[in-house]
Each structure stands twice: as C-alpha cells, then as structure tokens.
T-cell receptor, first 115, second 113 residues
Framework: GDSVTQMEGPVTLSEEAFLTINCTYT??????LFWYVQYPGEGLQLLLK?????DKGSNKGFEATYRKETTSFHLEKGSVQVSDSAVYFC??????????????FGKGTHLIIQP | ETGVTQSPTHLIKTRGQQVTLRCSSQ?????VSWYQQALGQGPQFIFQ???????GRGNFPPRFSGLQFPNYSSELNVNALELDDSALYLC????????????FGPGTRLLVL
C-alpha cells in the first residue's frame, strides 16, 4: 500500500539556520503531495502542496519540489525562525482511488528552533 | 482559521461507552474525512463521506461509524470504546477531487479511562 517516510525527530536548529526535512513516498500512479504543520495543541494547517512531477510548492519561505524520479518531496527553508517550531507532516493523496482513499501521512518531524 | 469546526474540544469516557464527535465543514465543501491521531504519531485515515455516503474507509473496525448531513456537516460515532481509542480526532473537508486541499479542524481530544 501507499506509505510516506520522513526523517525522525526531533530536529534542533539555531535561528537563521538552513532547514531540510526529508520525505520519500511509495505510491502507485501520480499522487498529490502535501506538507502540513501542527503547532502545539492545534489541528493541522496546510503549508504547501504539489500535484504533479517537478511542481514546486512554496509558502512562508518554505519550499518543496515533487521529484518523481526519486519519489521525494523534501521540505526546505533558507533561514528558520523560532516561530517555525512545530511538528511537520508529509502526506500524499493517491489519485488512483478517485479521491476516496484519504491522506496517508508520515509520522511527523518535530522541529525545535533555538534563539 | 480554516472554517472547519469540531465539537467538543475535549472529552473523557470510560471503556465500553459510546461517543459522538461532530464536525462542521467549510462552506461549499461536500467531502468530509475523519482521522485519528495517536500521541506522537501521524493522523490515520478513518473514513470519508461524499454527499451523505461513505465512499472510502481506512483500516478501522465497524464500531467506528459516521454520518454526513445534507448541509455536509458530519458525525463520527465510536461504540464500545477501548483504551487505545484515546487520541486526537481530526475532521477535514474539501471541495473537489483528490488533488484539492483538505482543510482540517482543530480536533477533539478523546481520553478513554
């Protein structure tokens, strides 16, 4: 079945450091790919998405490129801030099931940014 | 704010009891999905409703059931609660197909004692 693997956390960085959170997936066909962020005690917020190969999603300084050849969707940010501290989830939505299969999530990566 | 609301925010039940959780989808969204997020884990897909019919289900037993109403709001019912049902339950809504974004509510935190 479909699966998403993302790097284990916690990831601890200093403010203004460069961020990469790795995400790879297994799926048939051409899934849509998403990054969601969850702040403490809250639900999930969409950070960015890409729906086809070579698409780049971007938002709030974060970027991720849909790489079908490596089945990856790594999240990057050039200069992180303390306010970026949260749990980040990579997810896919298979298009082969007509949209009825729900999102498949990775286990999440806890990001801690120190001042 | 996504426009998706859930109630209640927190709930405590005992083993064997039944619980109903509620979700109001974002305006114009006709598809609602429910997810279970255990502590420290990613959300797991429970099921999805489209135009009042369940049209997709994850690996959850039949004691997890749901409804969707004509205004597209939804309920999640769990019978015979078990300790492992303790989790954050998230509702998400979207308009359109699989490529469209699912917008999540803040969740209901259920504790089963």
């Amino acid at each position: 079945g479909d699966s998403v693997t993302q790097m284990e956390g916690p990831v601890t960085l200093s403010e203004e450091a460069f961020l990469t959170i790795n995400c790879t997936y297994t799926a048939t066909g051409y899934p849509s790919l998403f990054w969601y962020v969850q702040y403490p005690g809250e639900g999930l917020q969409l950070l960015l998405k890409a729906t086809k190969a070579d698409d780049k999603g971007s938002n709030k300084g974060f970027e991720a490129t849909y790489r079908k050849e490596t089945t990856s969707f790594h999240l990057e940010k050039g200069s992180v801030q303390v306010s970026d501290s949260a749990v980040y989830f990579c997810a896919l939505n298979p298009t082969s099931g007509g949209g009825a299969d729900g999102l498949t999530f990775g286990k999440g990566t806890h990001l801690i940014i120190q001042p | 704010e996504t426009g998706v609301t859930q109630s209640p925010t927190h709930l405590i039940k005992t083993r064997g009891q039944q619980v109903t959780l509620r979700c109001s989808s974002q305006s114009g969204h006709n598809t609602v999905s429910w997810y279970q997020q255990a502590l420290g884990q990613g959300p797991q897909f429970i099921f999805q409703y489209y135009r009042e019919e369940e049209n997709g289900r994850g690996n959850f037993p039949p004691r997890f059931s749901g409804l969707q109403f004509p205004n597209y709001s939804s309920e999640l019912n769990v019978n015979a609660l078990e300790l492992d049902d303790s989790a954050l339950y998230l509702c998400a809504s979207r308009a359109g197909g699989a490529q469209e974004t699912q917008y999540f509510g803040p969740g209901t935190r259920l504790l089963v004692l």
